[in-house]
């Protein structure tokens, strides 16, 4: 069974993803990754070459090939929002919702000059916080886990995580 890591942007699903997986030998999918190597460019051009409903289609794809394929998978902040995704991750037994806080995970993304956020990049503070409340009801509503991210470092997150047994 996968151990799944759902979040809002930049609550470090991707890095404590990888960590986790390193350490424990297991195998390991971040879906941003994923999408941006089958489609060949960058998540941000993609969205704005297509669309972001064209990417989440691509991401529904993804998350569907990687359950139960891979040992850890890190998402998207925005894979609760099609009731597709949610009801794949509802079956789900390891799912860890990495929970950060809004301005956090604001200050966070703005200051990340290399992976830019399209849902980001188009809203204003207000949407942002619109849409980080709109979420937040589904990563909790849909984990199985939560480990409050703020005031530790990824090291911590990752000890946290050894302790959910998943094979
Ligand atoms: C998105 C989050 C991004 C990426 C895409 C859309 C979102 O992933 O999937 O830009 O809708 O919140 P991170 O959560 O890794 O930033």
Redesign the pocket.
Known sequence: MSLILI?????G??SVGQLLAKILSKSFI???EA?SQKVGMS??DF?EKFS?AD?RKI?TSILKEAIGQYDVL??????V?LEENRKLLAQEKKVVYLKTDFSIARKR?SADKI?K????ENSNPDELLA?FKN?EKYYQALSNYVVDTTDKNINEIVEILKKIEFV
């Open positions: 979040g809002f942007m930049a609550s699903k991707s971040d879906t941003d999408i998540i941000s969205i972001i990417f991401e890190a998402t998207g902040g925005g894979i929002e993304i992976n956020r399209p849902v980001f849409c979420r």
